[in-house]
């Protein structure tokens, strides 16, 4: 077996021994082998089986999840191949059922039937995974959408939405046969026509969004491994190519967005006192539509009024949003700055004073802290760039103008179409 099959998508947990089983179709009989008990009891911290040592994020394609289309030319029917990519315009993982491939001498065109993941909120409540990173993924096929190829003349009348696409290597996944038990324990649903894939969703939207990352050298950064130098204001250029260098190396995400937040941090480098409004907004959480923001504003009348918003993805909530706009505020602020940040989150103002508390935090603490590599980037910026922050809790929903503002600006940043991420070699 490979280590990918054995642990999250994002290689940060160990997957029980059931999990395994059922994403590998159970072809695993008897008891728990002795090699699986001996890494969930010397290699995972804590009931929640993180690692000890996380998998390096060094993403490459594995060989086994790609597969080279026919060669032969001509239209080849395809029984039960079920591929996915990722859609850089839409920002979401598209899957489907192949139906034909249309081969020529110069490349392959794949055909499929659009299928859609099921609302794991209409499941029934007696179906329950046992982790939450672990829901099943139904599929039904799509209705009808914007997707559809309206080009293509199908044989088959009962497919209502199919995509094309030019491909040389095809991402794929597997379904659970219609008589495996797996299949069968959501017959009470009631759907005409379904599916069960033998991984969740978050691990092949992880893997499609890895995927594209990677043919695309999105993801080849060059990471900061020295302390920040503080220099002398003669030499601010050099400052600031510094700080831009950690916005750069930081984030994974649109260079565009990069650009914005380096150019708020030079338009930020003559002053020393910030005062901020913060906030994170998520909406359909616990749903496949679920689209997490935020947004800040800032409002000391004396300094640029300025304000930035975006989105980010993968296991969206309340507190990873508002933790995001908080490290990116931190991010255009020159060093040995002062600042204020009002915030609704008493999570963030906890985890922060628990953070700046603890500077030492020991690696089982920090490894169950829940986001805890956007908490990591706070404290290295405030350590490395010598900031002095303040978290200042803000009711909600209460006529405050600034904070009414960086609410629009939250809910304005879930429809960003360029998610930010984390970029995990920071550190390395």
């Known amino acids: 077996m490979y280590i ?22 159970n072809n695993f009989r008897g008891p728990k082998p002795n090699w699986f008990k001996v890494l969930e009891n010397e290699f995972t911290l804590s009931n929640y089986r993180t690692l000890t040592y996380p998998l390096n994020d060094n993403y490459t394609i594995p060989a086994r999840l790609q597969q080279i289309p026919d060669q032969s030319l001509g239209n080849h029917r395809k029984r039960n191949e079920w591929t996915y990519h990722w859609d850089a ?69 009962r497919i209502k939405c199919s995509i094309s696409t030019r491909t040389n290597r095809l991402s794929t996944f597997n379904t659970f046969n219609h008589l495996n038990q797996e299949h069968k324990r959501f017959k009470n649903l009631l759907l005409s026509k379904y599916y069960v894939s033998t991984k969740p969703l978050h691990q092949i939207r992880h893997s499609a969004y890895n995927i594209y990352l990677s043919q695309h050298n999105v993801n080849i950064v060059t990471p900061i491994t020295t302390t920040l130098e503080i220099l002398s204001l003669h ?18 995400c649109d260079d565009n967005i990069k650009l914005i ?58 507190f990873k949003s508002e933790s995001f706009a908080i490290l990116t505020i931190l991010l255009v602020l020159p060093p040995n700055a002062t600042c204020e940040i009002f915030t609704d989150s008493q999570n963030c103002i906890d985890t922060f004073n628990q953070r700046l508390g603890s500077p030492s935090i020991s690696p089982r603490r920090r490894l169950k802290q829940n986001n805890f590599l956007i908490w990591d980037l706070i404290m290295w910026l405030i350590s490395h760039h010598h900031l002095t922050i303040q978290l200042r809790k803000v009711k909600g929903h209460s006529n405050d103008k600034a904070n009414d503002q960086a609410d629009a600006l939250a809910k304005q940043g879930r429809y960003s179409l360029a998610p930010i991420i984390i970029n995990h070699k920071f550190f390395h």
Request: hydrophobic fraction near 35%; charged fraction near 15%.
């Open 89 to 157: 315009r839409l920002q979401t993982c598209i899957m489907g059922k192949t139906y034909i491939q249309d081969t020529d001498t110069n490349s392959s065109i794949t055909i499929m039937e659009h299928y859609l993941p099921y609302n794991n909120s209409l499941i029934s409540n007696n179906i329950t995974p046992q982790i939450p990173h672990s829901l099943p993924l139904i599929l039904t096929p799509c209705p009808g959408c914007h997707l559809n190829d309206h080009s293509l003349i199908l044989q088959d009348a």
């Open 261 to 318: 937040l380096i150019d708020i941090a030079s338009k930020f480098f003559s002053y020393t006192n910030f005062q901020f409004y913060s906030d994170g907004s998520v909406s359909d959480i616990g749903t496949i539509n679920s689209k997490s923001g935020f947004g800040w504003i800032q409002t000391d009348p004396l300094l640029p009024q300025l304000s930035f918003s975006g989105s980010t993805i993968f296991f969206p909530s309340s």
């Open 235 to 252: 030499d601010e250029n050099h400052v600031l190519r510094q700080l831009s260098s950690v916005i750069d190396s930081a984030l994974l």
């Open 4 to 25: 990918d099959q054995l642990v999250s998508a994002d290689g940060n947990y160990l997957l029980t021994w059931n999990e395994v089983k059922r994403l590998n179709n």
